[in-house]
């Protein structure tokens, strides 16, 4: 058995080596007269392929570090951005004083575009930055910082009465001083409408709408107080 198997090997090497590596002649007589010295032709593909992928591998490499360290680079600059924008407006997000303030201002401006759509049924989207109409953003944005003080810190800290007295000073200029005004502003410009007409100078309207009545400064003082009330809850659950 033992030397079967041996023949049976040796078969199976012949018949492998003949198809890898033989190649047959052309010529069957000189097959004869070469005798065991066999020709193995070289490949040139064999030998060109493993420099091509090696080059191939070294290029990506190469691409690939430059490309990392071109996102490195613009990596780094957005996190020092963030790192200088993001304490700045992370410690305003979090101040309730600030965020109720400017969202109490924000409400009372955008009240204004909706109330004079359902009054004049059109779109003016001015009204965002206007003065006067209702209600008064001025008196929510000091009523809303009063109120935030107030609650966050306390009616005894030092702040409480500074607000206190600004809110005031802004709700009697907004009755007062600035509603007088453009009451006088709608007269002068009817006057001139009357006295100036067909003058370019009566083409020229002074502004009207530059204070407000009472009960406008009232109801964006409510305002106010709401929005602080709601923008200070954790203050007011840890009291």
């Not at 066999?38 to 990506?60: D, H």
Request: proline share 4%; aromatic share 10%; hydrophobic share 50%.
């Amino acid at each position: 058995m033992d030397s079967v198997s041996l023949t049976r090997f040796n078969k199976r090497v012949r018949a492998s080596s003949v198809t890898y590596s033989y190649r047959a002649p052309s010529n069957p007589q000189n097959s004869n007269s070469n005798g065991n010295n066999e020709n193995f032709p070289l490949n040139l593909f064999w030998v060109w392929f493993p420099a091509l992928q090696t080059i191939k591998n070294l290029v990506t490499l190469r691409t690939q570090k430059q490309n990392g360290g071109l996102g490195v680079a613009l990596l780094s600059v957005t996190t020092n951005a963030k790192l200088r924008i993001s304490p700045f407006v992370v410690t305003l997000a979090a101040n309730p004083t600030f965020v109720s303030g400017l969202l109490a201002w924000f409400i009372a401006q955008s009240m204004k575009v909706f109330l004079n759509f359902f009054v004049e049924r059109k779109w003016d989207l001015r009204l965002l930055f206007a003065s006067g109409g209702m209600p008064s953003s001025h008196s929510a944005l000091c009523t809303a910082l009063t109120t935030s003080v107030a609650l966050c810190h306390g009616v005894a800290d030092s702040l409480f009465p500074v607000c206190l007295g600004f809110s005031l000073i802004v709700m009697y200029d907004a009755i007062g001083v600035r509603r007088h005004a453009g009451m006088q502003a709608e007269v002068l410009n009817m006057i001139i409408a009357v006295l100036f007409q067909g003058h370019p100078i009566s083409e020229r309207k002074l502004k009207e709408l530059l204070g407000h009545t009472p009960f406008q400064v009232f109801a964006g003082a409510f305002l106010g107080f709401l929005v602080a009330c709601f923008c200070c809850q954790a203050c007011i659950v840890a009291a």
